[in-house]
């Protein structure tokens, strides 16, 4: 019980990362009239306001990830110690159970350092985005520890990945390659829901199938590979307005059939497009080919004189589409964001990370009388 429970916090956080990422990256645009959608899709620093929450019915547009995330991590965290004060005699599950709730822990950690412009753990002190990713990297390494322990293959492909994805974040390049490496082909781990209840339902099958509430944006649209259209992003043209009854709804084709269709969490496409970022030559281009067979995609074709981290970039915008990766790809090669007046005449605010929210600043005394990073630390 207290693994599941923990383990679900998690899943119900990353159905909030998934959709919000897509709306603060410009992957979709908003097509519904809720303030918070529009807020969100502003990029308003009113998003502050918005902690997210995994108790949204199906007539809420669900943004926002900080709030579900710190839930999970907490609950992650108290099952742990819990499960370490039994013995194999007692719970024969126990390395098992240990080396998953790690695993999950690492990654809160990851990508909360991924959205949020900065951090506070457990109504502590405000850190900065690099040692949260500090920290996750600590968490992978004892993940792939008691992943080796409990003798679980899928944990510690699970565990590479998401160590991959940390190390570069932080930088650390050649740590991320050497991690990257270590995945086997098509490797593949999901974060899975059902139709059991709502707050389990796959939110973006519920926001681009049940409510129309998000449409892919034309950056996402009509993208072809030799002539033909590109099977990453498969998009819809609907032909009809959404609930904003302003938005023509462009509807992803990725996430089909129910409401029970999970979400891919980490896979060797990912590790194969971290080496193709952290190589150069002919190993740069066997990775971009090798993510590319993942998903049936003929081989690339480099232009002369092609700028091969844009190529990397583009590849990886692609190949990712829906997966919650673009916030931070923009982030970390410094991407802009959009400015001006979105679709609905809204003026764009300043947003690209999403600092602290209220309900966070205004109750941790360490957050009190300081300033609350707008802008990525």
């Not at 199906?58 to 710190?70: C, D, I, K």
């Not at 002190?125 to 520890?145: G, S």
């Not at 030799?226 to 462009?250: A, E, H, M, Q």
Request: glycine letters at 6%; proline letters at 6%.
């Amino acid at each position: 019980i207290l693994v599941s429970t923990a383990l679900g916090e998690f899943e119900c956080a990353f159905n909030q990362w998934v959709p919000t990422v897509g709306i603060l990256t410009g992957e979709y645009w908003d097509s519904n009239a809720f303030v918070d959608g529009n807020t969100w899709a502003a990029l308003s620093f009113q998003v502050n306001t918005f902690p997210g929450s995994c108790n949204n019915g199906l007539q809420t547009t669900s943004f926002g990830f900080y709030a579900p995330f710190q839930t999970a991590r907490y609950t992650i965290e108290n099952a742990q110690a819990i499960l370490s004060g039994f013995t194999t005699a007692q719970v024969p599950a126990l390395a098992e159970d240990l080396a998953q709730l790690a695993a999950y822990d690492a990654y809160t950690y990851l990508l909360l350092g991924e959205g949020m412009c900065s951090m506070t753990i457990n109504g502590g002190p405000m850190i900065t985005r690099a040692q949260t990713f500090a920290l996750a990297d600590t968490a992978f390494t004892r993940a792939l520890t008691l992943a080796a322990a409990a003798g679980d293959a899928d944990l510690t492909s699970m565990s590479y990945v998401g160590r991959a994805r940390t190390r570069l974040d932080l930088g650390n390049t050649a740590g991320a390659a050497a991690d990257a490496a270590q995945v086997p082909k098509n490797y593949l781990k999901v974060s899975e829901y059902s139709l059991s209840r709502v707050t389990r339902y796959n939110r973006m099958y519920l926001m681009t199938f049940t409510n129309l509430f998000i449409s892919v944006a034309p950056a996402y649209q009509g993208l072809t590979v030799n002539g033909s259209p590109d099977p990453r992003v498969p998009v819809k043209n609907l032909g009809i307005l959404g609930p904003d009854n302003l938005t023509t709804v462009w509807q992803q084709q990725k996430y089909l059939v129910s409401s029970a269709v999970p979400l891919p969490l980490a896979s060797w496409k990912e590790a194969e497009l971290i080496i193709a970022e952290t190589s150069t030559g002919q190993a740069q281009i066997d990775a971009i080919n090798a993510a590319r067979s993942a998903q049936n995609v003929a081989a690339i074709v480099i232009p002369p004189g092609a700028n091969m981290d844009s190529v990397v970039v583009e590849e990886r915008r692609r190949a990712m589409f829906s997966e919650g990766t673009r916030l931070e790809d923009m982030l970390r090669k410094k991407i802009p964001f959009p400015t001006g007046q979105n679709h609905k005449l809204a003026i764009y605010g300043p947003t690209s990370c999403v600092p602290i929210p209220l309900v966070e600043s205004q109750n941790n005394p360490n957050l009190q009388n300081i300033t609350i990073p707008t802008t990525p630390q």
